[in-house]
T-cell receptor, first 116, second 116 residues
Framework: NAGVTQTPKFQVLKTGQSMTLQCAQD?????MYWYRQDPGMGLRLIYY???????DKGEVPNGYNVSRLNKREFSLRLESAAPSQTSVYFC???????????????FGPGTRLTVL | AQSVTQPDIHITVSEGASLELRCNYS??????LFWYVQSPGQGLQLLLK??????LVQGIKGFEAEFKRSQSSLNLRKPSVHWSDAAEYFC??????????????FGQGTELSVKP
């Protein structure tokens, strides 16, 4: 099992460019998440998908869009990248039975994004 | 609103010494509580979780944590630190609310350095 995979691992963008970060999980989990990690701020939730066909905003959704393509895949799109979006992005998945938080979240290796 | 505070941004301990990392949470009831570890350049790995019951929780890699309701804390401990424990440690809280998608709120993280 690969677990949670993310592509790309590294990306450099110019301000105003767009890109999509891809995430896939092979654990048949219902819930998937996108976080960004910035120094001294821990992980902050951008968007999450409690189940296939649903998405909801997290703590810092501005400037991002998401698509839950199917049960396995959850993508994060930056339509017009800004320097403030320079960060490390992590995708995670969880069984989250009945939408409760008691199950472990499994994390991907991250995407390091720099916006110039 | 839920929140998590890790008071120590950076801790340095000598190899073989004991370790305690602090985590305080704010929540109206007993939440789900987690400790994750992140090695440099990697994703997050679950060390342990607390839901209810015994206040002392055993985790992987020789870690344990003690839940203290009166102090709203779940402090992470290890009796003897190894050089390979150098990493960043995150505490997280999840709501006991149905249909919240299993969301977690993370603390700011504590970076652990280990001296030879």
């Amino acid at each position: 099992n690969a677990g949670v995979t993310q592509t790309p691992k590294f990306q450099v963008l110019k301000t105003g460019q767009s890109m999509t970060l891809q995430c896939a999980q092979d654990m048949n989990h219902n819930s998937m998440y996108w976080y960004r990690q910035d120094p001294g701020m821990g992980l902050r939730l951008i968007y999450y998908s409690a189940s296939e066909g649903t998405t909801d905003k997290g703590e810092v959704p501005n400037g991002y869009n998401v698509s839950r393509l199917n049960k396995r895949e959850f993508s994060l799109r930056l339509e017009s990248a800004a320097p403030s979006q320079t960060s490390v992005y992590f995708c995670a998945s969880s069984e989250a039975d009945r939408g409760l938080a008691h199950n472990e979240q499994f994390f991907g290796p991250g995407t390091r994004l720099t916006v110039l | 609103a839920q929140s998590v505070t890790q008071p120590d941004i950076h801790i340095t301990v000598s190899e073989g010494a004991s370790l305690e990392l602090r985590c305080n949470y704010s929540y109206g009831a007993t939440p789900y509580l987690f400790w994750y570890v992140q090695s440099p350049g990697q994703g997050l790995q679950l060390l342990l979780k607390y839901f209810s019951g015994d206040t002392l929780v055993q985790g992987i890699k020789g870690f344990e944590a003690e839940f203290k309701r009166s102090q709203s804390s779940l402090n992470l401990r290890k009796p003897s630190v190894h050089w390979s424990d150098a990493a960043e440690y995150f505490c997280a809280v999840g709501a006991r609310i149905y249909n919240q998608g299993g969301k977690l709120i993370f603390g700011q993280g504590t970076e652990l350095s280990v001296k030879p």
